[in-house]
Structure formats: C-alpha cells, structure tokens
C-alpha cells in the first residue's frame, strides 16, 4: 500500500497538492534574486575602481586662528575633464573647523599644484584633502570656483 494514498493523508492534505507550481515560482524568485545581486555587485566595483582624480597635501602654514594655507597637487588621468576637490581645515583633535571645495577647469597637466585659503571658525592645526571628483556639482559648475 502507498503511504500516499492513505485516508488519513487524504484528509489532511486533500485530494492532490500543487507543491510542484510553488516550487518553480521559488526557484525563479531566488535566481531573479542572484542576477539583481550580481548587477549591484559589478556595478559597485566598476563605480569605485574609477579613481581618476586624487590629490595630496604638499605644504601648509597656519596663518590665523581664522585662516590656514594649503598647497595641494592634484593629479587627473585625463587632464580633458574638469575635477574638484574638498580640502578641509582641522583642528588639534582633528575636528573640521573649515572647508573648501576647489574647482580644477578641464585643460592643462595632469599634475596641477594649487594654493588656497581655507576660513575657519576656530584655529586649525592641518589640512586635508577630503576627496575628490570628475563629478562636478551644480554650484561649482555656474560659477567656476568657490
């Protein structure tokens, strides 16, 4: 006798089971699933692999309890796009106490050395370069310089 066809089973099962459509439409949930992950995933590793401006802190003088100087050399792949770069002023616990976002027009060599000024709000002991980007945002591509 089929342990399947019991009355017993029948009655609390019911007369047949379409676990076979429930099974096909999880399979197909779990490999949309997979794809959808391997999209992000290679989408995120081609975004953060492009690293095609960067920038270093070259000099600086503390000029004020208001004011620091920093010199940067920023370097682009392709000197053909415009880039930008955050620098900020930082305090003895390395607090951001002033910031400065510096626009770098497309031309020119691939390694350019900027000067500039950052205002703060207290005294500053350093500056650093935050980062970087051929991204330009809207306020910086109006006016050409901040």
């Known amino acids: 006798m089929n342990t399947v066809d019991t009355p017993v089973l029948k009655d609390r099962y019911g007369q047949s089971r379409n676990s076979n459509f429930t099974g096909k439409i999880l399979v197909v949930v779990f490999v949309a699933m997979i794809i959808a992950a391997g999209i992000y995933i290679f ?8 690293a095609s401006v960067t920038a270093v802190e070259t000099d600086g ?6 004011k620091i100087t920093s010199q940067i050399d920023i370097s682009r792949d392709d000197p053909s796009q415009a880039a930008y770069c955050i620098v900020t002023a930082l305090n003895y616990s390395k607090d951001e106490v002033g910031r400065r976002e510096v626009f770098l027009p497309a031309g020119g060599d691939a390694i350019t050395r900027m000067a500039l000024d950052i205002q703060t709000r207290e005294r500053a002991h350093a ?3 935050y980062g970087c980007s051929t991204t330009i945002p809207p306020h910086l591509e109006t006016s050409g310089d901040n």
């Open 61 to 66: 003088r503390i000029m004020s309890d208001s």
């Open 43 to 50: 989408s995120m590793v081609t975004r953060t692999s492009e």
């Open 127 to 129: 500056a650093k370069v």
